[in-house]
């Protein structure tokens, strides 16, 4: 396992990367355009644990190049030794991969440098700013942070997902995907100072395209002036 995965399978192994083999045990679609696999976990659970928003590599193959893309473990069972994983599904190798897996598949994947650290203080509120893409993350942080209500603003169109949020603890703020996230951007920047207002521990979690998570991290550190322990931003994916 792990050869013919060029540089990046390289530098993974030198960082003592594990490797894992997936295999499907079954599908469904969410909606026609997001696909929730169940997976057996090839002693991955057993071999590394479980925390809160973990996430594995897959390598997937594309005109006989290696492809890794990162995926948040969806209710990981150590037990049982299954897990889930959610593809919100657009063009790409990927997706491909996802809408056509069937029962027996299989796929390589690659735990390396997931981790997770529980804010101190615990949050009074929490703050959570994605897409269907970073859903299973934010799913994974509304679940592990306890009972500190939380607003999320989401990127898309949220009927119909499988969105983990509780009504009255929970508040979930759609806007449409327009101008490459400039309006998801104003959108933040109207509507943030006002649920940061009078909270003493806030903590934001920011997970859309990189140029967007890149642009409201900045925002958030040096407009509003947030201790960067107080923040984690990390770009879920690249805008063609």
């Known amino acids: 396992m792990g050869q013919g ?15 894992f083999v997936l295999t499907v045990l079954d599908a469904q679609d969410v909606t026609p355009h997001y696909r929730r696999l169940r997976l ?20 997937f193959s594309a005109d006989g190049r290696p492809h890794q893309r990162a995926y948040t473990l969806v209710d990981p069972d150590p037990a049982a030794g299954t897990l889930g994983l959610e593809f919100a599904l657009h063009a790409g190798t990927a997706s491909d991969w996802a809408r056509a897996a069937r029962p027996g598949d299989t796929i ?25 893409a970073s859903l299973p993350a934010i799913n ?8 500190a209500p939380a607003t999320v603003w989401f990127e898309g169109e949220p009927t119909g997902l499988p969105c983990r949020t509780e ?12 101008d490459a996230g400039a309006h998801l951007v ?12 009078g909270t003493p521990h806030p903590y934001v979690w920011i997970a859309c395209d990189t140029a ?19 923040v984690h931003a990390l770009g879920y994916w690249r805008a063609g």
């Open 186 to 197: 104003e959108r933040v920047r109207a509507e943030l100072p006002a649920v940061l207002a």
């Open 108 to 132: 390589e994947a690659t735990v390396q440098g997931t981790g997770f650290q529980r804010p101190e203080p615990a949050p009074s509120h929490l703050v959570a700013i994605g897409d269907p």
């Open 140 to 147: 994974s942080l509304l679940g592990a942070l306890g009972s």
């Open 212 to 230: 967007t998570t890149r642009t409201l991290a900045a925002y958030v550190r040096k407009d509003l002036g947030l201790p960067k322990q107080r």
């Open 40 to 59: 057996s976990d090839g002693g991955l659970l057993a071999a590394t644990g479980v925390h809160p928003t973990m996430w594995v590599r897959l390598w």
């Open 5 to 19: 995965r060029g540089w990046e399978g390289a530098v993974l192994k030198l960082l003592r990367a594990k490797d």
């Open 167 to 178: 009504p009255g603890r929970h508040e979930i703020r759609a806007v449409p995907r327009r």
